[in-house]
């Protein structure tokens, strides 16, 4: 009997601590679950964390690409573009808000997207959007001769414009402003008839019926210390320096760098071929120059004095820029320029049995806006 007892009792022992063991293995999985379950929440918040971090740095290098485009193209080539990367891709949109340039980025990686913004403002010589530009006066007379121009003008004194009586007609299609006053013909903008205004056009209309801005802002013009000094050195380097004063002969120019350079003045006779760019102290063109777009470092520039021109200048594409004036005065010339033409000074172009034909193309030369380009936006802002 006793043994009985007491063999209930250790099966009875047994089964508690089975029991007590179940129990408590069903608390460890019961606590696991939710444990689990947490790890599992805090991986994927950590990957998400590392992901909008991710995003935002894909957003700050499509930043960082459109500064470099700007660096590369200028401030006046600014478009939407979108970019990839191994791990996303980035969107940016460049838009204004009042004076304010905004550069906003959109980075997106695995569906997650972070935007980035920067502002920005133009360095960029503000002569250089128009087709030609003076800082003094700018004066067309076209006298039994036709002249078109595609492009904005601007003078930082006064505009003259002047066509006919007879066998002549200037047309402009862009606008015409000027910080002081722009005279079409032998009188102001006034609306009444003129004889030498009746073959001035301006964005297809004449006889003073044009819109023409009056008053405006001065425009500015670039520094050329710094392109004059990179230049230099790459004209020396190919072998294209010249010490002083140079006279061309129906002369092929073809200088390895993409630019000569004339230390001293420079005169074209006879037919002459330039592949690239030129640097004089001044330029004159008694003869025929073509100029050929060549490398990016097409200009024709007189960094001390005039471009006269006295025959024919065809220009496929460049920057023409004479530190003072620009003159045409020569009865038969022929110009024909695709790019800029700038003047630090005056515009003359008195045209008898010519032909003009002006076609704006935005310049940015190589180095015009310093090292790498760097100076031609100021960054304001980066907003992340």
């Known amino acids: 009997m006793k043994n009985e007892v007491s063999s209930k009792t250790k099966k009875n022992r047994k089964g508690m601590v089975l029991a007590m063991v179940l129990g408590f293995l069903a608390l460890m999985v019961l606590s696991v679950l939710p444990l689990s379950s947490m790890v599992q929440q805090d991986a994927r918040l950590i990957e998400r964390v590392r992901e909008k971090e991710q995003s935002r740095f894909m957003a700050e290098a499509g930043i960082n690409h459109a500064l470099s485009n700007i660096q590369n193209d200028g401030f006046a080539a600014r478009a939407d573009f979108s970019g ?13 808000v009042g004076s ?52 904005d003008i601007h003078a930082n004194n006064n505009v003259y414009l002047k066509a006919g009586p007879v066998f002549a007609e200037l047309t402009i299609t862009g606008d015409v402003s000027a910080t002081g006053i722009v005279k079409e013909g032998m009188r102001l903008h006034t609306g009444s008839w003129d004889m030498l205004d009746n073959n001035a056009y301006i964005n ?51 200088p390895g760098n993409g630019i000569v350079y004339i230390d001293g003045d420079a005169v074209f006779t006879g037919n002459c071929t330039l592949n690239g760019g030129i640097i004089a102290d001044s330029i004159a063109i008694s003869g025929a120059l073509s100029q050929n777009k060549t490398g990016n470092k097409n200009v024709i520039l007189a960094v001390n004095g005039d471009i006269r021109i006295r025959g024919e200048l065809s220009v496929g594409e460049a920057l023409v820029y004479a530190s003072q004036d620009i003159k045409s005065i020569q009865a038969g010339a022929e110009i024909d320029i695709n790019g800029t033409m ?43």
Not at 216 to 236: C, G, H, M, V
């Open 84 to 96: 990839a990367l191994d791990i996303g891709s980035y969107s940016v949109v460049f838009s204004q």
């Open 100 to 151: 304010r340039h905004l550069v906003i980025s959109t980075g997106t990686v695995n569906g997650i997207s972070e935007i980035v913004s920067a502002e920005i403002s133009d360095n960029t010589p503000t002569a250089l959007d128009y087709f030609s530009g003076a800082g003094n006066d700018i004066r067309i007379n076209a006298l039994v001769a036709n002249a078109t121009i595609v492009g």
């Open 204 to 254: 297809g209309a004449n006889d003073d019926a044009a819109t023409i801005y009056e008053g405006e802002n001065r425009i500015t013009f670039p520094s050329l210390d710094y392109l004059k000094a990179s230049y230099l050195q790459a004209a020396t380097d190919s072998g294209d320096y010249y010490s002083g004063n140079q006279t061309f002969n129906s002369a092929s120019l073809s």
């Open 342 to 384: 700038l003047a630090g000074r005056d515009i003359r172009m008195w045209n008898v049995l010519t032909l003009i034909d002006y076609n704006y193309v935005h310049i940015l030369p190589e180095d015009l806006m310093g090292p790498d380009g760097e100076n031609s936006f100021r960054l304001v802002s980066w907003n992340n």
